[in-house]
């Protein structure tokens, strides 16, 4: 397997922050517009019928890793005494929504040092103002302007200063891992997002893109060497194969699948469908090595289309005794 970190710089606000699926849509379009729509198709194919590897992270901060939450207060559940204190370490551990790549080691043989690590960032969310001229859009003079809201995510760097208190800085610089097989359709991958970075094109990870929200550019990339395992840290969206659930510690998201059509956007009258997800900060235990941990789905409302699951694995090591 040979592994990529790709380098980001979010351009402006970001409305969330973009998951492996969102990613695989948006290199996939990218794809399109360089080898055309049917060898775009014949690439989607090969990969759900798993005849070429890739796997995807999300979008996380540059330097930092997610943290494994649910791991972490089990392990401190075992030997900590009393309600209260657990209340008190879980409510710090889960303010700490991203630690650095070096202190990950620390933080799994010792779940107690996390409570108080820096620095770390965390995610905070609220709702933006915004205004829509009715007479502009629709170019008809005298209609209202309509107020709206729009969510917004803001990443967070916290630092402790020297006089004690935490410090803070909004992040902008971001970053995914891609992972694959040696072979041209990893190489014509590298090479889009070579070509990405030399033109300065916007990667569009999300809505409102007009409105400069959710753009990013590729600002770097580089091969990396990835050390042994006994266990994985789930970076992506996962959707399990071949996963050792009782060695695993994993954290369920599960999403509703529509239909967008236009002129109606989201249609309403189709059957609900969910799936359910291995959410990125989960820690993996395998059964059948890392190519068949997670798989792709048809898409249940167009047959070319593929639900992607494929979430990038980074390799932890938990203590001999350890429990996933």
């Known amino acids: 397997m040979e592994n990529y970190k790709i380098k ?8 969330q922050l973009p998951d492996s699926q969102k990613l695989f849509g948006a290199l996939v379009t990218a794809y399109g517009r360089i080898h055309g729509s049917g060898k775009t198709t014949k690439l989607v194919h090969a990969v759900f019928d798993r005849k070429i590897h890739l796997a995807l992270s999300n979008v996380i901060p540059l330097g930092y890793i997610p943290l494994p939450q649910d791991y972490l207060v089990d392990r401190l559940a075992e030997r900590i005494g009393g309600e209260r204190s657990l209340k008190e ?3 710090r551990i889960k303010e700490r929504a991203y630690i650095r790549q070096e202190d990950l080691r620390s933080v799994l043989e010792k779940p107690a040092t996390c409570e108080n690590l820096y620095p770390y960032i965390k995610k905070t969310e609220r709702q933006q103002l915004r205004a829509s001229i009715d007479s502009v859009l629709y170019g008809i003079q005298g209609l209202d302007t309509r107020l709206y809201t729009v969510p917004m995510v803001q990443l967070l760097e916290v630092e402790r200063g020297a006089n004690g208190r935490e410090e803070t800085r909004p992040v902008s610089d971001f970053c995914f891992y891609l992972q694959g097989e040696e072979g041209e359709s990893l190489k014509e991958w590298i090479e889009l997002l070579e070509r990405l970075k030399e033109s300065g094109e916007s990667l569009i990870l999300g809505k409102r893109a007009s409105q400069g929200l959710n753009k990013y550019e590729v600002t770097g990339m580089e091969k990396i060497r990835l050390p042994k395992s006994n ?5 992506g969206m996962l959707l399990p194969d071949q996963v050792d659930f009782n060695a695993s510690t994993v954290r369920l998201f599960t999403s509703q699948r529509r239909p967008f059509g236009m002129p109606g956007g989201w249609e309403q009258n189709r059957s609900q469908y969910f799936i359910s997800f291995i959410d990125s900060g989960s820690v993996i ?3 059948d090595g890392i190519r068949k941990a ?6 249940p409302f167009y047959d070319r289309d593929i639900v992607f699951g494929n979430g990038f694995l980074y ?3 938990l203590g001999k005794g350890a429990r996933g």
């Open 8 to 15: 980001l710089k979010a351009t402006g606000p970001i409305t």
């Open 315 to 317: 390799p932890i090591w």
């Open 89 to 91: 370490s879980r409510a």
């Open 294 to 299: 997670g798989k792709c789905v048809k898409s």
């Open 285 to 287: 235990a395998l059964k």
């Open 231 to 235: 266990r994985y840290l789930n970076l």
